[in-house]
């Protein structure tokens, strides 16, 4: 917020509280400010050309030349007195030129040493006390406000873009609030920031005085002087009217350095004019390089607890993801711990097809759309921005959740990624207070803080380099554990399947090649019973019959044998199927197989449009129907069939309820087993017994999953799904 001074550090003029003099390596005086008739009582063409001992006696001239001899390129002080009136004189040098500064100053008011000992001593001393950055800059605030009295003293920090945000405050009870304000780097131009690493305190008692000039005496031609160093430099009119606005008159700004850069400012706001003797800012400046000391230390500690606390999460999770049986769960359990491994605000885990979403987010669907989006366009395992919308402009409409993103792809093949959000700035900006409320009172940064939210639109926080390495390590960690786990799984699958095939072309060659003897026996039995009946007695001819139909019951178990074999083996004929007009056929079927049963069918909504092969998909449903009505002793046998819409972009699940005798739960599983019966054949009719085998060896071959729901005594309802490309 504080707009500062001129772009070149000479502006020919200074501020009216103290006269400079510009003298050459001779002590002739080549310059001086039109003021010093005021000070010292003479006019500036007095001293023009003179030597330095028209103002001084001859010790006072030989102690400045002593402190020149050691003034190479810091300022020096020096208490200087003329006609009774005492002087701070700051001595520097600058192209060959020495620099005298002269402010008048009470001897009386001064001062003592071991007052400005205990001052600073007793500030030092609790700083070292504090370990917390913010803490500690609280502290510089209240302290810095201790010394210098002035109403507001603030902690300015810029971030890397140059930005800045008002992080500690100290004021007088009444004025208003700034804590947590934000302007834009714009605020402080570059030249003005580059001054403050050289002279790093500026004093500015009363912004509105009108400047002195500087006049050059007529012989004098040198280019003007650098006046970087100097404490009188005038103020540049932005500064003027930026500090006017506010409402403040006095100013003092201490730099705050770290590494050689500026890391922000102490800034000290007086909404009247304010002198400070050279003494007190001789303190504040010792005290601006003894906090840039010990930021430097708390800066770094505090990076290192952040690294540490981000080491121990990871260790956290390496811990769970081992453990875990299910993967997501050890991700997302408990959830604040994957947003503080990056620090953010909200994350979706997408697993195939699957989005799980934590903390503030996007919707699923806005989710689902930046996967695809990213699937194309980024290549990285590891991608960032804080400024999403800059490269998806879809993004712009959920800005307030993810304007920044990091998307960490973990596995290629699977479509598995972890993205964390960070809203835009604006929305995470601590306004340390109602900044609406501050409307009412008249000096206020808003117009800054408008501007810096244009410059930050948006724009997240951007995310820093250990929260990205945070996010890599977590990408090593699973695809170490899970991936690997995953591949040994795979690997296994694959043995099976091919030992499955394996069976599946046995069984068949053993059902084949057992149809021909069984039909050997069954012909044989028959001749027997038809030509030599009359050679048995009763007993012999039951048991000839007993022989015929197991025969034929060996013939049926066979036949489902060599059906579920050819499942495994015959390729699937995939097509786009209407399920209604196939659901239709099914039913035809069964009316003509079961004419002397009413039964009711209902089917609440259309049945979709899938991929599958309809032959199949057709036994699949009329196993299904032909159960639902046989194991039913209800009079009005109704059987439904329906679909669960697909939430989260998953297939449909299709189901066939019936208001049947239901299955007790333990037999849920052991009813989809082959030849597995829960009542005689006599009973309900039943078949072989492989009628659900079948039923699930078909919704496997196409990737799904079949399962069974029922209340005993009320129904039953088996729901499936399709898996193959979803064409819904
Ligand atoms: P089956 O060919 O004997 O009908 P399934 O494999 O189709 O054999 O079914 C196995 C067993 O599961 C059946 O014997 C029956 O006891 C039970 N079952 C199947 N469907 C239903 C249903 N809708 N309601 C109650 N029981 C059922």
């Not at 009582?41 to 006072?60: H, M, R, S, V, Y």
């Not at 044998?561 to 007009?581: D, F, H, P, V, W």
Request: charged share 20%; with cysteine.
């Amino acid at each position: 917020m504080d707009h500062h001074y001129n772009q070149i550090p000479n502006p020919g003029s200074i501020q009216p509280h103290g006269v400079m003099l510009i003298l050459n390596e001779s002590l002739e005086i080549v310059q001086v400010s039109d003021n010093v008739d005021k000070f010292l009582g003479k006019e500036p063409e007095d001293l023009l050309n003179q030597t330095l001992d028209i103002l001084l006696d001859t010790t006072q001239i030989l102690a400045l030349e002593e402190l020149l001899k050691t003034t190479k390129t810091t300022s020096n002080f020096l208490k200087l007195a003329f006609q009774e009136q005492y002087f701070d004189a700051i001595v520097h040098r600058s192209q060959n030129h020495i620099v005298v500064e002269l402010e008048p100053t009470n001897l009386k008011t001064d001062i003592s040493f071991l007052s400005v000992h205990h001052l600073i001593n007793d500030a030092i001393n609790q700083m070292q006390q504090t370990s917390q950055l913010r803490d500690f800059m609280n502290l510089v605030t209240s302290e810095v406000k201790k010394i210098t009295n002035y109403d507001r003293v603030m902690v300015y920090q810029f971030d890397t873009t140059g930005a800045g945000s008002v992080i500690a405050e100290a004021k007088q009870e009444q004025l208003s609030r700034y804590l947590g304000l934000h302007y834009p780097a714009s605020d402080i131009p570059e030249p003005v920031r580059k001054l403050y690493t050289t002279s790093p305190l500026r004093f500015i008692p009363d912004i509105n005085a009108k400047p002195s000039q500087l006049i050059a005496s007529q012989s004098y031609h040198h280019q003007p002087l650098d006046l970087g160093k100097s404490v009188l430099r005038s103020v540049d009119p932005c500064c003027v009217s930026y500090h006017d606005n506010m409402g403040v008159a006095g100013l003092l700004v201490i730099a705050l350095i770290q590494e050689q850069k500026l890391w922000g400012l102490i800034s000290c706001h007086h909404y009247n004019a304010k002198h400070l003797p050279y003494e007190i800012r001789a303190i504040c400046e010792f005290l601006g390089q003894v906090i840039s000391l010990e930021l430097g230390h708390l800066v770094i500690q505090e990076e290192l607890d952040y690294k540490n606390k981000l080491k121990s999460l990871q260790t956290q999770f390496i811990t769970s993801i081992s453990n875990a049986e299910n993967f997501l769960d050890a991700l997302i359990y408990p959830a604040p711990r994957l947003l503080e491994l990056v620090n953010a605000y909200g994350c979706a885990v997408c697993l195939d097809n699957e989005i799980t979403l934590v903390g503030v987010t996007p919707n699923q669907e806005q989710v689902y759309q930046l996967i695809e989006w990213m699937d194309i366009n980024i290549n990285e395992d590891l991608f960032s921005t804080n400024s999403l919308a800059k490269l998806y402009p879809a993004a712009e409409t959920f800005k307030n959740t993810a304007s920044g993103l990091i998307l960490l792809r973990i596995s290629r093949i699977r479509r598995y990624y972890i993205l964390w959000f960070r809203p835009e700035v604006i929305q995470t900006v601590n306004w340390g207070g109602n900044p609406n409320l501050q409307n009412s009172l008249k000096p206020s940064p808003r117009h800054s803080f408008e501007l810096w939210q244009e410059t930050v639109h948006l724009t997240s926080q951007p995310w820093k380099q250990c929260e990205l390495d945070s996010a890599l390590d977590l990408r090593n960690a699973i695809v170490g554990i899970v991936i690997n786990k995953a591949d040994e799984l795979a690997k296994i699958n694959l043995e099976l399947e091919r030992s499955n095939r394996e069976l599946d072309s046995f069984a068949y060659a053993a059902s084949h090649d057992l149809k021909e003897p069984l039909r050997g026996i069954h012909n044989y039995s028959t001749i027997l019973i038809e030509d030599y009946a009359h050679l048995l007695d009763e007993e012999g001819i039951d048991c000839l019959n007993t022989l015929v139909s197991l025969t034929q019951r060996m013939d049926i178990l066979i036949d489902v044998l060599l059906r579920l074999s050819q499942l495994g083996q015959t390729e699937l004929r995939l097509q786009s199927t209407n399920l209604n007009n196939l659901i239709n056929r099914v039913l035809e079927v069964i009316r003509a197989s079961r004419q002397q049963v009413s039964f009711e069918i209902r089917i609440p909504q259309p049945l979709p449009t899938i991929e599958c092969d309809p032959v199949l998909v057709n036994e699949v449903f009329s196993n299904l129907i032909s159960n639902g009505l046989k194991y039913n002793n209800c009079p009005d046998k109704t059987i439904e069939i329906g679909y669960l819409e697909p939430s989260n972009r998953n297939f449909p699940i299709f189901y066939v309820r019936d208001n049947g005798i239901g299955i007790q739960a333990h037999h849920f599983d052991t009813i989809f087993r082959l030849f597995k019966r829960l009542h005689s054949q006599e009973k309900y009719g039943g078949g072989a017994g492989a009628g659900l085998a079948i039923t699930k060896k078909i919704v496997e071959r196409h990737h799904g999953k079949i399962w069974v729901e029922s209340i005993y005594g009320e129904g039953s309802t088996f729901f499936f799904t399709l898996e193959c490309i979803n064409t819904f």
